[in-house]
């Protein structure tokens, strides 16, 4: 399945002379027509520190008509937001009153390894288990999803999915755009029969399952009304395996709107990054602030995609930003925003090398099926050590690492882009290409998986685990 279109790389796509106007009203007038829903914010049970969670079966509204049935957190879809403060610890409680075993992994949440939902490490069903979580990191904006052996992609597409956002005291000071001007938003294709049931097919491994519309916090093809001022946008690509290469477009005219890029996986960047185009891969996160204030009332801003992926059809659009009044804007995005670590190769005390590659019939990392049972690396915990992604298949491969964020040292040997000079923990590898991280095991030891993040490259075992000692 690989080689069908070896330009899969999210970064590629400026290169092939799609920057034009082409993509500005291809969508159907009554596309944006229904308004983008927020998901709810978690209350914990006691007051406090101590959240719950039920996975069930539910319904969403997701377009006109039949709402569709998922499996979510409380039996919604996206799952409630649940909002943590940096260095207060918390625990949620997760029942499953599904008919299927779950795991709950917080994606880019530095936890201990029987919190981190281990493939196998399942919530049988009629069962409960409580993760902790420290929060003794950065803030940012962090996903809860179910991460089961082999059917990940199929428990994520029917739902098992929310936000998990840590609120920093550092970064409050800064006075960014907060409150309603904070918006999250999920990224995902999906595919309806007529019925408005949401299609899954499991056996779409060669580029991953690709849907054919777009659906944001759960709904196709939403507007926003917003004010003449900035907002905080949190971008969580949750697709099983889409790439998207976004672009503000204004009005009918397709003039680009530029923003800024604030914040990247695992928390802000050292400064905001000025930009009119931004690729992310399943599993990645970047918060952008936009700002509409010199735009006249009624303008709509559309959310366009130019990334062209193997396994699906184009989606050009993904929501719109109606401009619907004026407002004074009190926030600010200061020219620094966070003092980020970030090491450098003269620091690494341990270095090894991992394969991303098509391999007898299937994906593999360093040519191997996952196997629970293996270790396959072991890593000292506290040492500053690179790893040498080589990606030599045709496609793009998110390559996703748990516990810590990481440091993009280089791509193909060039400086990452600025936008992926913060923390990361999900790195688009493009086909044909070699990346290296840099990053330091901290906080925990056992065993953590690292993988690739479409969903069904990860389904087909193209995941290994880190043993983790002191
Ligand atoms: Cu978002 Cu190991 O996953
Ligand atoms: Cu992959």
């Given at each position: 399945p690989e080689d069908v279109q070896p330009n899969e790389n999210p970064g590629a796509d400026g290169a092939?002379?799609?920057?034009?106007?082409?993509?500005?009203?291809?969508?159907?007038?009554?596309?944006?027509s229904t308004r983008l829903v927020l998901p709810p914010t978690l209350t914990p049970t006691d007051g406090a520190d101590a959240y719950q969670l039920t996975i069930k079966a539910g319904t969403a509204q997701?377009?006109?008509g039949r709402a569709t049935p998922i499996v979510g957190f409380?039996?919604?879809?996206?799952g409630p937001t649940i909002i943590a403060t940096r260095g207060r610890p918390i625990s949620v409680t997760q029942t499953n009153a599904w008919n299927e075993n779950v795991t709950i992994h917080n994606h880019g949440h530095k936890v201990a390894a029987d919190s981190d939902g281990h493939p196998i490490d399942y919530i049988a069903p009629g069962t409960s288990k409580v993760y902790s979580y420290p929060n003794d990191q950065p803030g940012g904006t962090f996903w809860y999803h179910d991460h089961t052996m082999d059917v990940t992609g199929r428990h994520v597409y029917s739902g098992l999915a929310g936000f998990y956002i840590i609120h920093d005291p550092a970064e409050d000071a800064l006075h960014l755009p907060s409150g309603a001007y904070d918006v999250p938003l999920l990224l995902q294709d999906k595919r309806f029969a007529a019925n408005n049931d949401a299609i899954f097919d499991e056996r779409e491994i060669g580029a991953g399952f690709h849907g054919d519309t777009a659906v944001v916090n759960g709904v196709v093809n939403p507007f926003h009304e917003v004010a003449t001022r900035k907002y905080r946008f949190r971008l969580l690509n949750g697709a099983n395996a889409r790439i998207w290469n976004l672009r503000l477009n204004v009005?009918?005219?397709?003039t680009p709107l530029p923003f800024q890029v604030i914040a990247s996986d695992g928390g802000l960047l050292a400064a905001p990054v000025n930009t009119t185009s931004l690729a992310m891969g399943p599993g990645e996160r970047y918060d952008i602030v936009v700002d509409f204030a010199n735009l006249p009332l009624n303008t709509r801003v559309t959310m366009a995609n130019t990334a062209r992926s193997p396994g699906g059809p184009d989606i050009p659009a993904l929501m719109q930003f109606v401009v619907a009044r004026q407002e004074s804007d009190p926030s600010t995005v200061p020219a620094t925003l966070a003092n980020i670590t970030r090491y450098k190769e003269a620091d690494a005390k341990a270095r090894a090398n991992v394969s991303l590659s098509f391999n007898n019939g299937d994906w593999r990392m360093n040519g191997r099926a996952y196997d629970p049972a293996r270790i396959d690396m072991v890593s000292k915990l506290g040492a500053v050590t690179i790893w040498t992604l080589t990606n030599d298949s045709g496609l793009m491969h998110p390559f996703h690492k748990h516990l810590i964020e990481f440091n993009v040292l280089d791509i193909n040997g060039q400086p990452p882009p600025p936008e992926m000079r913060g923390l990361k923990d999900t790195l688009s590898v493009p086909g044909r290409s070699t990346a290296r991280i840099i990053f330091k095991n901290e906080g925990f030891s056992g065993t953590y998986v690292f993988h690739c993040h479409k969903l069904e490259h990860e389904d087909h075992r193209m995941m290994l685990q880190e043993g983790i000692i002191p």
């Open positions: 092939n002379g799609n920057g034009g106007n082409q993509f500005i009203q291809p969508v159907a007038d009554r596309a944006f997701m377009k006109p409380n039996g919604i879809f996206p009005g009918g005219s397709g």
